[in-house]
C-alpha cells in the first residue's frame, strides 16, 4: 500500500513536534521502599518532524506503548523515548505521562493508615545520541494557616487549603516520597484522608504553632530543594484559596543552581 505520510512535502517546514495526545494507558510506579504500584497515566507522545516529510506514522506511538506493555515507568523513559526516535525514523522525541500517585501515611497521633494522592506529571524530551532531559512535576495539597490571622486575632486563626506545585531537574534519582516530604515540611500541617479525634486535635494545633504565608511555604521549600544536591533546577508555586477572602494567594519562584 502507498505510505502517503512518506511522500515528500515542497513546502519545506519542518515541525516541531507531531503525534499523539491523552492516551489513557497502565503502567507501574516504583514506591522508596522497593514496592510497585499499578495506576494510569495520561500520555502524550511526539516526534520533530522534518521538513520533507508529508507526515509522521501516528499508530507506531502505540505500537511503541505495546512493546513496552507491563514495563511502561517513569524509570525507563530514556529508553522508551529513544525507542521512539528508532521507531518514527526521527532525531527527537517527547513524553509528557500524567497519573495520580497513591501513598500510605499514618495519622500523627493515632497511627492509623491511609492513602494519600498527588498528581505526578512527567516530561521527558530525547535527542539521538544525547541525554534525556527529564523534568518531574509533583503537585500536592497541605494546610497552611495566616500569620496575620493569627497575631491581630483574640482567638483561633484562619486557615485553608493550599496547592503546592513543584517541578525539578534532577542529576540523580530522587523519589516521589522525598519531593511530597519536602513539601509538607514546608507548611503549616499536611492533609491526611483517615483522621482520629486525637489526630484532629493534634493538627490543628500544630498548625496554630507552625503558621504560613505562602510566601513562608514556597520559601521553606526553596531552602529544601537549595541544599539538595541532586536537584539541578526548580520551579514551584504555592496557591492558596483563601477561606475569608473570594480570591487566592500565590507565590512563585524558579531557580537554576
Same mark, same amino acid.
Given at each position: 500500500?502507498?505510505?502517503?505520510?512518506?511522500?515528500?512535502?515542497?513546502?519545506?517546514?519542518?515541525?516541531?513536534?507531531?503525534? +499523539?495526545?491523552? +492516551?489513557?494507558?497502565?503502567?507501574?510506579?516504583?514506591?522508596?521502599?522497593?514496592?510497585?504500584?499499578?495506576?494510569?497515566?495520561?500520555?502524550?507522545? &511526539?516526534?520533530?518532524? @522534518?521538513?520533507? *516529510?508529508?507526515?509522521?506514522?501516528?499508530?507506531?506511538?502505540?505500537?511503541?506503548?505495546?512493546? *513496552?506493555? %507491563?514495563? +511502561?515507568?517513569?524509570?525507563?523513559? =530514556? %529508553?522508551?523515548? #529513544?525507542?521512539?526516535? =528508532?521507531?518514527?525514523?526521527?532525531?527527537? /522525541?517527547?513524553?509528557?505521562?500524567?497519573?495520580?500517585?497513591?501513598?500510605?501515611?499514618?495519622?500523627?497521633? !493515632?497511627?492509623?493508615?491511609?492513602?494519600?494522592?498527588?498528581?505526578?506529571?512527567?516530561?521527558?524530551?530525547?535527542?539521538?545520541?544525547?541525554? $534525556?532531559?527529564?523534568?518531574? %512535576? $509533583? !503537585?500536592? &495539597?497541605?494546610?497552611? $494557616?495566616?500569620?496575620? !490571622?493569627?497575631?491581630? /486575632?483574640?482567638?483561633?486563626?484562619?486557615?485553608?487549603?493550599?496547592?503546592?506545585?513543584?517541578?525539578?531537574?534532577?542529576?540523580?534519582? +530522587?523519589?516521589?516520597?522525598?519531593?511530597?516530604?519536602?513539601?509538607?515540611?514546608?507548611?503549616?500541617?499536611?492533609?491526611?484522608?483517615? $483522621?482520629?479525634?486525637?489526630?484532629?486535635?493534634?493538627?490543628?494545633?500544630?498548625? *496554630?504553632?507552625? @503558621?504560613?504565608?505562602?510566601?513562608?511555604?514556597?520559601?521553606?521549600?526553596?531552602? #529544601?530543594?537549595? /541544599?539538595? =544536591?541532586?536537584?539541578?533546577?526548580? !520551579?514551584?508555586?504555592?496557591?492558596?484559596?483563601?477561606?475569608?477572602?473570594?480570591?487566592?494567594?500565590?507565590?512563585?519562584?524558579?531557580?537554576?543552581?
Amino acid at each position: 500500500m502507498k505510505d502517503v505520510q512518506k511522500e515528500y512535502d515542497s513546502r519545506n517546514i519542518s515541525i516541531d513536534r507531531v503525534g +499523539v495526545r491523552n +492516551v489513557n494507558y497502565p503502567i507501574i510506579t516504583l514506591y522508596h521502599d522497593g514496592g510497585t504500584q499499578s495506576t494510569i497515566a495520561r500520555i502524550s507522545m &511526539s516526534v520533530m518532524l @522534518p521538513r520533507e *516529510y508529508r507526515g509522521t506514522h501516528m499508530s507506531r506511538f502505540i505500537e511503541t506503548l505495546e512493546e *513496552y506493555r %507491563g514495563r +511502561v515507568s517513569p524509570h525507563n523513559l =530514556e %529508553g522508551f523515548t #529513544r525507542r521512539l526516535c =528508532e521507531k518514527l525514523n526521527a532525531s527527537e /522525541s517527547s513524553v509528557r505521562f500524567r497519573f495520580p500517585y497513591y501513598f500510605r501515611k499514618k495519622a500523627p497521633v !493515632s497511627g492509623i493508615e491511609s492513602y494519600s494522592k498527588c498528581d505526578i506529571d512527567l516530561q521527558a524530551n530525547y535527542i539521538m545520541g544525547q541525554h $534525556l532531559d527529564m523534568v518531574t %512535576g $509533583l !503537585s500536592l &495539597s497541605v494546610q497552611t $494557616l495566616c500569620p496575620c !490571622s493569627k497575631e491581630i /486575632s483574640q482567638y483561633g486563626a484562619h486557615n485553608q487549603r493550599a496547592v503546592v506545585s513543584l517541578k525539578v531537574r534532577c542529576k540523580g534519582l +530522587v523519589w516521589f516520597e522525598e519531593l511530597i516530604a519536602m513539601i509538607e515540611e514546608s507548611a503549616s500541617s499536611p492533609l491526611y484522608t483517615l $483522621l482520629k479525634r486525637e489526630d484532629e486535635k493534634f493538627i490543628t494545633e500544630h498548625a *496554630y504553632e507552625n @503558621p504560613r504565608f505562602v510566601e513562608d511555604v514556597i520559601r521553606e521549600l526553596a531552602v #529544601r530543594l537549595d /541544599s539538595d =544536591e541532586r536537584i539541578t533546577w526548580y !520551579s514551584a508555586s504555592v496557591e492558596s484559596e483563601e477561606s475569608i477572602h473570594d480570591h487566592s494567594a500565590f507565590a512563585e519562584i524558579e531557580r537554576t543552581k
